[in-house]
């Protein structure tokens, strides 16, 4: 099994319906991540979480909503989807400092908001 | 403020030949860490190296090689030989001490042609 677990992988819905990510991790890790991908763009980081009770918002954050639900738990929420929000999302995790910063990801989740 | 920069938006090679790939990275931070990770068609990303800031020794696994310079901030990863299997798109980051997030470089998408 993965590490790192996303749910649902792939997902087609409407515009404004609310969508939900959700992200499991056996890794223990504290640190978690959700990004976007956006082809040309790379990465974009959305929200972090360094623990249970710290969340932080990223570059991209506006549209979105996390919960950190527990240490393996990281549920990124779309409130009212925008077509705009079709995109590759990805769920890491890393470890806490002094780690070396290397993110482990999970296998992605596509959505696509029509 | 850090930076990538993957000039190279697409390359596309014969198979068999070999291939560079430019990453050309900013930072003022003098302890640091650089990564390449790889994203074949399926989507998942795949983590290929990390390499921090006090140790400019190239590393070679396989037909996989980084060349690091400090110099000309640069980590530029070679791919001797290629095969169609190494067509993907290849993602260069960097992290700070000072600054706990990943900085993505845009990606450069390689071709491998049979």
């Known amino acids: 099994d993965a590490d790192v677990t996303q749910t649902p992988r792939n997902r087609i819905t409407k515009t404004g319906k609310r969508i939900m990510l959700e992200c499991s991790q056996t890794?223990?890790?504290?640190?978690m991540y959700w990004y976007r991908q956006d082809p040309g763009l790379g990465l974009r980081l959305i929200y972090y979480s360094f623990d249970v009770k710290d969340i932080n918002k990223g570059e991209i954050s506006d549209g979105y909503s996390v919960s950190r639900q527990a240490q393996a738990k990281f549920s990124l929420s779309l409130e009212s989807a925008i077509p705009n929000q079709t995109a590759l999302y990805f769920c890491a995790t890393s470890e806490p400092r002094p780690g070396t910063g290397e993110l482990f990801f999970g296998e992605g989740s596509r959505l696509t908001v029509l | 403020a850090q930076k990538v920069t993957q000039a190279q938006t697409e390359i596309s090679v014969v198979e068999k030949e070999d291939v560079t790939l430019d990453c050309v990275y900013e930072t003022r931070d003098t302890t640091y860490y650089l990564f390449w990770y790889k994203q074949p068609p399926s989507g998942e990303l795949v983590f290929l190296i990390r390499?921090?800031?006090?140790d400019e020794q190239n590393e070679i696994s396989g037909r996989y090689s980084w060349n690091f310079q400090k110099s000309t901030s640069s980590f530029n990863f070679t791919i001797t030989a290629s095969q169609v299997v190494d067509s993907a798109v290849y993602f260069c980051?960097?992290?700070?001490?000072?600054?706990?997030?990943?900085?993505w470089g845009a990606g450069t998408k390689l071709i491998i042609k049979p």
């Open positions: 890794k223990g890790h504290d640190r």
């Open positions: 980051a960097l992290r700070v001490d000072s600054n706990y997030q990943l900085i």
């Open positions: 390499r921090n800031s006090f």
